[in-house]
């Protein structure tokens, strides 16, 4: 069993940056993958980003690619994402979420655990 506690979201201006931490109980971090999702209101869950168990490899979606940042630190449990150049369009609940066994994917039906997410707004 995996408990993910999501922090860093907040009110700010567009143009601005946000770093959301997420982190895990467990010893078996390292060996998930781990992503972020997002959810506006009266939309379905969204994936935004995804990084390998090693933190090798990164994926994004289209609509956060060159301005969100995906980084984990094994050491201490935690996954990241940095935010900037933060568009009204980005306001939303930011979830982490981790996946056990081989293989990436976007989908959020292939994340085993999932924090209680953390409320981003972006103002205009």
């Known amino acids: 069993q995996v408990q993910l506690v999501e922090s860093g979201g907040g009110l700010v201006q567009a143009g601005g940056s946000l770093r959301l931490s997420c982190e895990a109980s467990?010893?078996?971090?390292?060996?998930?993958?781990m992503g972020w999702f997002r959810q506006a209101p009266g939309k379905e869950r969204e994936f935004v980003a995804v990084?390998?168990?090693?933190?090798?490899?990164?994926y994004y979606s289209d609509s956060v690619q060159g301005r969100f940042t995906i980084s984990r630190d094994n050491a201490k449990n935690t996954v990241y994402l940095q935010m900037n150049s933060l568009k009204p369009e980005d306001t939303a609940v930011y979830y982490c979420?981790?996946?056990?066994?081989?293989?990436?994917?976007?989908?959020?039906?292939?994340?085993?655990?999932w924090g209680q997410g953390t409320q981003v707004t972006v103002s205009s």
């Open positions: 467990g010893r078996t971090f390292s060996s998930y993958h």
């Open positions: 979420a981790a996946k056990v066994g081989v293989g990436v994917t976007t989908s959020p039906k292939g994340f085993n655990y």
């Open positions: 990084i390998r168990w090693s933190g090798g490899n990164t």
